[in-house]
């Protein structure tokens, strides 16, 4: 297919790829989805008559909330595709989102994740294979979230958690070791969340003590916020158990 995508401009609800084909002409491909109150189904009927130039589904698609979902593309009708819609996934595998469930295949959804592996979250159910999730967790441990948990596998946990130590929330009690903990702690210190409290303070210690590290600084905002606060208590009870002097614990908090 000779076609080239140029740019991806993210709006409200919906994507916008500008792209270029094969003599050089420059042309744009809108995405939207609205969210349409169950109480308010007629505002379908009104889109359809002012945006006569977009393609939406013949069919609106049940939402998570009390509504349903309206998907809508301008897509020329020759370029409703397999092999269109997968130029666009390797150039933003979370397209997937905006797509309707009938016009996924497999392949897209591969394509999705081999871009980018957080696309697994778009994957319809049928469609959650070992192949693709292999493909994700692979490329991002996290990912892993997106597995049903009576889905999930036990050879998928030593994968997850080598790509990534933050995959060790999502890893099942039974499957998680001392050694594990330790490990996910001295890649990122956040993972101390997901330590199991029996194991808590010898972790931090080892981790985080012993090794003379100092910890994030309060920022007042995101996920340093949420990591201040946390260490915050485990320090508490780590001088409480040990009756060390605080002063000897290196950390910063502002």
Same mark, same amino acid.
């Given at each position: ?23 050089? %002409?420059?042309?744009?491909? %809108?995405? /939207? /989805?609205?969210?349409? !109150? ?6 379908? #009927? +009104? ?14 698609? %049940? ?30 595998? !979370? ?10 295949? @497999? ?22 294979? #070992?192949? +693709? ?7 991002? $441990? ?15 946990? $030593? &994968? ?9 929330? @999502?890893? !099942? ?11 996910? =702690?001295?890649? #990122?210190?956040?993972?101390?969340? @997901?330590?199991? *409290?029996?194991?808590?303070?010898? &972790?931090?210690?080892?981790?985080? =003590? *012993?090794? $003379? ?10 996920? %340093? /916020? +949420? =990591?201040? @606060? ?25």
């Amino acid at each position: 297919m000779k076609y080239e995508v140029i740019e991806l401009t993210k709006i409200r609800d919906g994507l916008i790829f500008r792209l270029k084909n094969q003599d050089n %002409k420059e042309f744009s491909i %809108k995405f /939207k /989805k609205f969210f349409i !109150p169950n109480n308010n189904l007629e505002f379908a #009927d +009104i889109i359809r008559d002012k945006k006569e130039y977009i393609n939406y589904s013949k069919e609106l698609e %049940k939402a998570d909330g009390p509504g349903k979902r309206l998907f809508a593309n301008n897509i020329p009708s020759e370029l409703l595709n397999e092999e269109f819609y997968c130029l666009l996934l390797d150039f933003y595998g !979370p397209a997937l989102a905006y797509f309707e469930d009938s016009t996924i295949t @497999y392949e897209m959804c591969k394509r999705a994740c081999l871009n980018d592996p957080m696309s697994l979250k778009f994957v319809p159910k049928n469609m959650m294979t #070992d192949e +693709i999730i292999m493909i994700s967790i692979i490329k991002n $441990g996290v990912t892993l979230q997106y597995v049903e948990k009576d889905k999930r596998k036990e050879e998928y946990y $030593g &994968v997850a958690f080598e790509s990534s130590p933050n995959a060790l929330r @999502y890893i !099942p009690r039974e499957y998680i070791t001392l050694e594990m903990c330790i490990d996910a =702690v001295k890649r #990122d210190m956040a993972c101390i969340y @997901y330590v199991p *409290d029996e194991w808590l303070l010898y &972790v931090y210690k080892v981790a985080i =003590v *012993d090794r $003379g590290l100092v910890l994030p600084e309060y920022n007042g905002v995101g996920r %340093k /916020k +949420i =990591v201040h @606060y946390k260490f915050q208590d485990i320090i508490t009870k780590y001088i409480q158990e040990t009756k060390l002097d605080p002063d000897s614990i290196s950390y910063t908090i502002n």
